[in-house]
């Protein structure tokens, strides 16, 4: 595991690293646009750094399951990431930042490609906001939200609701923020 | 570059496929305030099945503690007033106290608080009549309470004999509790470790020693519960420790 501690900023000279920073890939979405970008920014993606490994990218990579949108996103955030001299704090600042202004339906879409890139700080990041945006709503907005149908009956709901009455206090009413 | 739409469709297409991948869900449910996680599990039944599981729910997992209760000291002789302060430890997202004065947890007036261990509060209060006491456990957080009953006859038969009372508690091993009682004969030096399990809601005399003899001070009316057992000071520097062999359920 290794693989995943290691460091793209670190101020060492290996010429292997410098040669990551000026190599560019080329990362093609689902909706057929192409986006240029940095070796050492890509592989902060764990499938993207195994694609490049395997030799198997051939100069372009396609991610059929990313579109567009949602690829502009990801870059923005690895280039972030693999930025010289970005301090610990910018980042974080960064990644709040990164995230505030996401609709849910942004937010599903990046958890989403997070999770198939496998890259964990932008997962980490986005189940955070996910959670965070969920945790005062009510049952019939995450339904919704989630486009869950409940398959208890009314009198099953009813009885949770009796039994964990303290869980159902403090709700925010279900127009979204 | 098309900056991104969603049509109805493909929203749900995609919020259909993070409630589906069950990895993602359940991360995110570990995010999740356990209040919120209890409520959600009347969301669906597949909800309530991961939030639920007895190996991997999230309820399970270890938490940072959101804050600290502070009760105010008292004099001896001072009434107590059951308010409690509230310090948050999470900075960020400082929440508000989940009570602020017990007697909004429970009716009874001078209410005290003999120990806490893991949300959970152990009290007592003076009953109304008969100049008996009632201990109690409560969760401040569900306002649950439970009055434990009397040891069973025998020679344990009263509060007298209680020398301290500990909850022995972790939600992570089980989510059953135990009471810990150092119970002393009277005029005797000779104490005795009762044991109450929230399981079987009774009490048992522990198995694990005899009476036993201890001349040599030991606080047991000031214990603490860490990492399976409670542990006493005594005035010779030594510690008593008894192990509450909590069982993973």
Same mark, same amino acid.
């Given at each position: ?30 909706? /057929? ?10 592989? @902060? ?23 567009? /949108? ?46 198939? @890139?496998?890259?964990?700080? @932008? ?55 | 570059?098309?900056?991104? +739409? ?13 409630? #589906? %991948? ?28 991961? %939030? ?13 503690? +959101? ?25 960020? =997202? ?9 007697? #909004?947890?429970?009716? #009874? ?19 109304? +009549? ?8 409560? =969760? ?21 004999? %209680? ?29 005795? %470790?009762?044991?109450? #399990? ?39 520097? =030594? ?11």
């Amino acid at each position: 595991m290794a693989r995943k501690n290691r460091n793209p900023v670190g101020k060492n000279v290996d010429p292997e690293a410098q040669k990551k920073k000026t190599r560019t890939l080329t990362l093609k979405s689902s909706d /057929g646009q192409e986006f240029s970008i940095s070796e050492s920014a890509a592989v @902060l993606s764990i499938a993207i750094e195994n694609m490049v490994e395997d030799d198997c990218a051939g100069g372009v990579i396609p991610l059929p399951l990313v579109d567009g /949108g949602t690829l502009a996103r990801v870059i923005t955030y690895l280039n972030k990431h693999a930025e010289d001299g970005a301090s610990d704090e910018e980042k974080r600042k960064f990644d709040e930042e990164f995230v505030s202004g996401m609709e849910m339906g942004v937010l599903f879409d990046v958890v989403l490609a997070a999770n198939y @890139l496998d890259i964990r700080g @932008l997962l980490r990041e986005v189940r955070r906001r996910i959670a965070d945006r969920m945790k005062n709503k009510s049952v019939e907005w995450v339904r919704k939200t989630f486009h869950i149908e409940s398959d208890f009956t009314p009198e099953e709901e009813e009885q949770m609701k009796k039994e964990f009455a303290w869980a159902w206090e403090g709700v925010d009413s279900d127009v979204d923020d | 570059m098309v900056d991104k +739409s969603f049509s109805a469709c493909e929203f749900s297409l995609l919020s259909d496929k993070v409630a #589906s %991948i069950d990895p993602i869900l359940t991360k995110i449910f570990e995010c999740l305030p356990l209040r919120s996680l209890v409520r959600f599990e009347a969301v669906s039944k597949h909800w309530f099945s991961l %939030i639920t599981d007895p190996h991997f729910s999230p309820l399970l997992k270890p938490r940072y503690a +959101s804050g600290l209760f502070l009760l105010p000291f008292k004099l001896q002789d001072e009434p107590f007033s059951c308010e409690v302060d509230f310090l948050p430890l999470d900075g960020i =997202n400082s929440q508000t106290p989940p009570f602020k004065r017990l007697r #909004s947890v429970c009716e #009874s007036t001078d209410v005290k608080i003999l120990h806490s261990c893991n949300g959970l509060l152990l009290c007592s209060s003076p009953r109304a +009549s008969g100049g008996d006491t009632d201990y109690f456990v409560c =969760n401040p957080t569900t306002k649950k309470i439970v009055v434990l009953c009397r040891p069973a006859d025998g020679p344990y038969g009263s509060w007298r004999g %209680i020398r301290g009372l500990y909850l022995a508690y972790d939600p992570l091993k089980s989510p059953n509790y135990k009471v810990v009682c150092v119970w002393r004969f009277a005029g005797d030096l000779l104490y005795k %470790i009762l044991i109450y #399990s929230s399981e079987t809601r009774a009490w048992r005399v522990s198995e694990s020693d005899e009476y036993f003899y201890y001349s040599s001070k030991a606080h047991f009316d000031k214990g603490a519960y860490w990492n399976g057992a409670v542990h006493w000071h005594c005035d010779t520097d =030594n510690w008593f420790v008894f192990q509450t062999s909590i069982r993973k359920s």
